[in-house]
């Protein structure tokens, strides 16, 4: 009895160094090209700071040079080997298209993640717009910039599974919100965009001995720390738009983002949207009525308007 234990241990042990020994190393961040939108402020300058940290090279992407320079010196500092700037609107598609052939120049053709975050969100309802111009916008910044840069950048992404396509998105495009109309609209897009994207890129490379890049798509709540609050779109509203309060529960920009580097070296198909948010989701096809009244009644208390 006692012989056959300890065959069947030598065997467990065996295996267990056969499966530690053909496993692949820990991904890492370091020497990886990473290109970042909307990287001038909250999750997109943190997300810099923290690949700067693990030694990655970056492309940097907004429309305030300024504020890009002023990231860009602070990851040089942090241990980034190479930091580039663009200034890019990401409703342009012309800027969208330059600004990632330059990056790729630079960084020898080789983009290893990619991380889609500039966008811009909403505080009213659907019927106190009077710019239309204004939704156009909205689309084309939270929509098309995202869709255009994965369009551009795709080619010189390594089909691999150490590869990263990051969209950031929101918890609206998860479930309906009030003040969001437009705001859900584009969110609701990116989420569809991203689950068909990873069915075609497993699809066309899943396959091969490398594999696909991982498509991970980012749900985020309401975090403090951001420029969401005062730089929503007006909609040319007679009023101001409505505003979160900042509350201490509310996760911050600098957790948010260490939780979402562990996720990126995880590559987790989906995170970011809190347990209650999952419950919603689940059980919403069976009880819409109620928890539209719960959603109206939690977005509305925990919103505010500007005087």
Avoid at 8 to 14: H, I, L, S
Wanted: proline share 5%; charged share 20%; aromatic share 8%.
């Amino acid at each position: 009895m006692d012989n056959n234990n300890k065959d069947k241990g030598r065997v467990v042990a065996q295996r267990i160094h056969t499966f530690m020994w053909f496993s692949p190393p820990p991904w890492s961040a370091k020497n990886k090209n990473v290109l970042i939108t909307g990287a001038s402020a909250g999750i997109g300058a943190e997300l810099a700071k923290n690949f700067a940290i693990q030694g990655s090279s970056l492309a940097l992407l907004a429309r305030n040079k300024d504020a890009l320079m002023e990231v860009a010196k602070e990851c040089r500092n942090l241990g980034s080997p190479s930091v580039e700037v663009f200034k890019c609107d990401m409703t342009n598609n012309s800027q969208i298209k330059e600004a990632i052939c330059s990056a790729l120049k630079i960084f020898g053709g080789r983009l290893d993640v990619i991380v889609l975050n500039a966008g811009r969100s909403q505080g009213c309802y659907f019927e106190e717009i009077k710019d239309v111009e204004s939704i156009d916008y909205m689309l084309r910044l939270n929509i098309n910039g995202v869709i255009n840069a994965i369009h551009y950048s795709l080619p010189s992404i390594p089909k691999s599974l150490n590869s990263r396509i990051v969209i950031i998105s929101s918890v609206a495009g998860l479930i309906p919100v009030p003040y969001r109309t437009i705001y859900c609209a584009t969110k609701h897009a990116l989420v569809g965009f991203a689950n068909a994207l990873r069915l075609e890129l497993c699809d066309t490379y899943g396959g091969t001995d490398d594999g696909a890049p991982v498509v991970q798509l980012i749900n985020f709540p309401e975090v403090k720390g951001t420029s969401l609050n005062n730089t929503r779109i007006e909609f040319g509203a007679d009023i101001p738009p409505m505003q979160f309060k900042i509350t201490p529960s509310m996760m911050s920009v600098q957790e948010a983002c260490k939780q979402l580097m562990k996720q990126i070296e995880n590559a987790s198909r989906e995170w970011g949207q809190p347990t209650i948010i999952k419950i919603i989701r689940f059980i919403y096809g069976f009880m819409p009525n109620f928890f539209d009244k719960i959603i109206t009644k939690k977005v509305k208390s925990s919103h505010y308007r500007p005087e």
